[in-house]
C-alpha cells in the first residue's frame, strides 16, 4: 500500500489536520451506514447514499469504492477493479503482493481476501433459505439466527470462488474481467457513470440463459447414465512426482464400484493418488440447444475416516482410459461435496454450462477426485489415508451408475 493510499484509509488525527473535509465526510458516511438499515437509507439526501461508483469513475471526497477501502479523493477506478466489488480486500491496493508466487486459479484461495457477501447472498436471504451457487457447509456447521448478508461467513461455511473467478487467470496478467451481474463493459465509463450495480445490492436480475422456449417439445430434462469410467492409479516416493505426474501406474475401464474410487495416501515412502473419470453420451441432444440446468449425481460408499471432499472436474480423457489420462483434468465444474455413503449430488455451475453445450451431440466427460490433499496440491502427512469408494459405469444396477440430469431448450 502506498504511503498516501495508507493515510487516507486509516483516518489518523494527522489526515484530520492536513484534510479535515475528507476527515469528516469519510467518518459521517461510515456511521450513517453502520446503523442505518438499507430502506431508510433510501430516504437519506442524495448527498449522503451509498454511491453508484464505476469504472473510470473519479471518486468524490469521503466516498467508498467499495467494502473496505476508501480510496484518496480523485483517484480514478482502474478497470482492472471491477471483479473484486466482489471482495473485501481490507488494507492492500496491490492485488500482487495478496497472492503466493506463481499463484493461479485452482489454487487456495488467500486468507487475506474475505468474501463480500452481501453480493453472494440476494437481498432479505434469512438462514433456512437456500444456499447460493459455491456455498458449502461442513457437517454440523449452520447459520446464527441473527446473520445477515454482509456479515462475515460463519465457521464451517465456505465459498468456492470457482463460481466468478474466470479460468486461467493470474494476479499479474491478465486483469479480470469484472463479473459484476448486470455490468455491461461495451458501455464506455464517464467520470460520473455509467456504473456497475450498487455492491450493496440489490442488483438489477440480468437476463436468463437461456432464451424463452420457442420450439415444441421444449424444454426438455433428461437423464443420462454414464456409459463409461475409467480409474487410474498413481504411486510415486514424493508428493510433487505423484501428484504431478502425467501418467498412471494402473488404469482399469468400467469397474463395477471401486472403494478407492477417489483416494490421496501417505505411507512412508510412498505417496498414493487415485482419480476416476466417467463419460455420458449426449449424442441425442441436438447441438443448437441451450442448457438450463444440470445435476450430476454419484452412488459413494465407505469414505475412510479421513476423507473428507470429492471435487468434480472437467475431464479430457481418451475412451477407453489409459494410464496417460491421469492428468486430463480440466475447471472445476461445480461446488465441492463432502462424501458420505449414499446419493451425492453436484450442482453445475451456469458458468460452466458453455462446456456442456459444446458437445451437445457427442460425449460429456468429468473427473472425481479427493479435494483436500490432491486437488488443493497439499502434501498429506504420514499415515494420511483419505478414500471414499463410488459406484461405476459397469454397475449391474443403473440406478447406481453417475447419472447426469440436463435440462435444455431451444
Known amino acids: 500500500m502506498t504511503a498516501t493510499a495508507k493515510k487516507y484509509r486509516l483516518l489518523t488525527p494527522q489526515l484530520y489536520k492536513e484534510d479535515p473535509r475528507f476527515f469528516v465526510q469519510a467518518i459521517a458516511y461510515r456511521l450513517i451506514h453502520m446503523f442505518t438499515p438499507k430502506p431508510l437509507t433510501k430516504l437519506l439526501p442524495k448527498g449522503l447514499r451509498r454511491p453508484l461508483l464505476g469504472v473510470g469513475s473519479i471518486v468524490p471526497a469521503g466516498m467508498p469504492t467499495f467494502p473496505g477501502l ?6 480514478e477506478i482502474p478497470a482492472n477493479w471491477g471483479f473484486w466489488f466482489l471482495f473485501t480486500i481490507g488494507e492492500a491496493y496491490d492485488l500482487t503482493a495478496l497472492f503466493p508466487p506463481g499463484w493461479t486459479v485452482g489454487d487456495p484461495w488467500p486468507e487475506e481476501i474475505g468474501f463480500n457477501t452481501s453480493v453472494i447472498f440476494p437481498p432479505g436471504w434469512t438462514p433456512g433459505d437456500q444456499l447460493p451457487d459455491g456455498i458449502t457447509m461442513d457437517p454440523g456447521a449452520s447459520f446464527p439466527s441473527w446473520w445477515y ?32 451481474p448486470g455490468y455491461d463493459p461495451s458501455i464506455p465509463p464517464t467520470p460520473n457513470g455509467p456504473a456497475p450495480p450498487d455492491p450493496f445490492g440489490p442488483f438489477p436480475p440480468g437476463p436468463p ?40 501406474d494402473q488404469c482399469q475401464n468400467d469397474l463395477t464400484e471401486r472403494y478407492d474410487a477417489v483416494r490421496t495416501r ?49 475431464g479430457t480423457q481418451t475412451i477407453p482410459g489409459d494410464k496417460v489420462d491421469f492428468d486430463a483434468i480440466g ?48 502434501q498429506p502427512s504420514n499415515g494420511t489415508d483419505r478414500y471414499a469408494g463410488i459406484r461405476l459405469s459397469g454397475n449391474a444396477n443403473a440406478a447406481l451408475r453417475p447419472k447426469l440430469t440436463l435440462t435444455y431448450t431451444k
Open 266 to 314: 501417505r505411507n512412508d515412502p510412498e505417496f498414493n493418488i487415485n482419480r476416476t473419470f466417467i463419460s455420458f453420451d449426449l449424442s441425442s441432444i441436438p447441438a443448437d440447444c441451450t442448457l438450463t440446468a444440470a445435476t450430476l449425481t454419484i452412488s459413494c460408499y465407505g469414505p475412510s475416516a479421513d476423507m473428507r471432499n470429492i471435487t468434480l472436474r472437467l
Open 209 to 248: 440463459h437461456a432464451p424463452p422456449s420457442t420450439a415444441p417439445g421444449y424444454p426438455k430434462t433428461k437423464a443420462f447414465i454414464a456409459n463409461h469410467s475409467s480409474w487410474i492409479w498413481e504411486v510415486s516416493a514424493t508428493w510433487a512426482a505423484c501428484h504431478d505426474a502425467t501418467e498412471g
Open 70 to 75: 476508501i480510496v484518496p479523493p480523485g483517484m
Open 331 to 378: 475447471t472445476t465444474m461445480a461446488p465441492n461435496k463432502w462424501a458420505t455413503a449414499g446419493e451425492i449430488e453436484y450442482t453445475i455451475y451456469s458458468t460452466r454450462y458453455y462446456l456442456l453445450e459444446a458437445v451437445f451431440g457427442g460425449i460429456m466427460k468429468f473427473c472425481l477426485r479427493e479435494q483436500n490433499n490432491d486437488d488443493a496440491n497439499v
Open 149 to 180: 448478508p454482509g456479515d462475515p461467513l460463519p465457521d464451517g461455511v465456505h465459498y468456492d470462488y470457482m463460481v466468478i473467478m474466470p479460468p486461467g487467470w493470474t494476479p499479474e496478467n491478465p486483469p479480470p474481467p469484472p463479473f459484476i
